[in-house]
């Protein structure tokens, strides 16, 4: 099993953040070659290779951030279609759905989103959603 912690920057040795630079200067520049990115930043490829799989930003995780929201809709045509388009504006990116039938004309939703793109936090979008007529209730579940 893997140990991740988050420690602050400032006690990293400066090559730590310079491999984070270099991952950036690759996948923004396709035709830069790891020894020029290197180069470009002031590290040696044998450091680079060393930790490149180990450094990750918080804000640039390679694996993907995902949500579990759960939702209480009216049943009314358009409620889901609202709640779907606004999670899109949002930058988000439907993993999963599951939506019960209807009890009462109220259905319970289930969204699994990944969030590595948003540009406004969790919370934000969270309340956004609230404020879609028909959305009863809206709950962050879990955050990865």
Wanted: glycine residues 4%.
């Amino acid at each position: 099993m893997e140990k991740f912690l988050i420690v602050n920057a400032k006690v990293l040795p400066d090559y730590f953040e310079k491999i984070l630079e270099v991952r950036t200067l690759l996948d923004t520049n396709q035709n830069l070659g790891i020894k020029e990115a290197c180069t470009q930043v002031g590290i040696s490829r044998s450091t680079f290779y060393k930790y490149k799989d180990h450094i990750f930003s918080l804000n640039n995780n390679p694996l993907g951030r995902k949500a579990e929201i759960h939702f209480l809709l009216s049943h009314k045509q358009g409620v889901l279609s609202n709640v779907l388009n606004k999670l899109s504006e949002n930058s988000c990116n439907i993993l999963a759905i599951h939506q019960s039938i209807p009890l009462n004309n109220i259905a319970t939703l289930s969204i699994q989103v990944d969030i590595s793109d948003i540009v406004v936090s969790i919370d934000e979008i969270i309340e956004t959603l609230k404020t879609i007529k028909g959305v009863k209730k809206v709950k962050l579940i879990s955050l990865e």
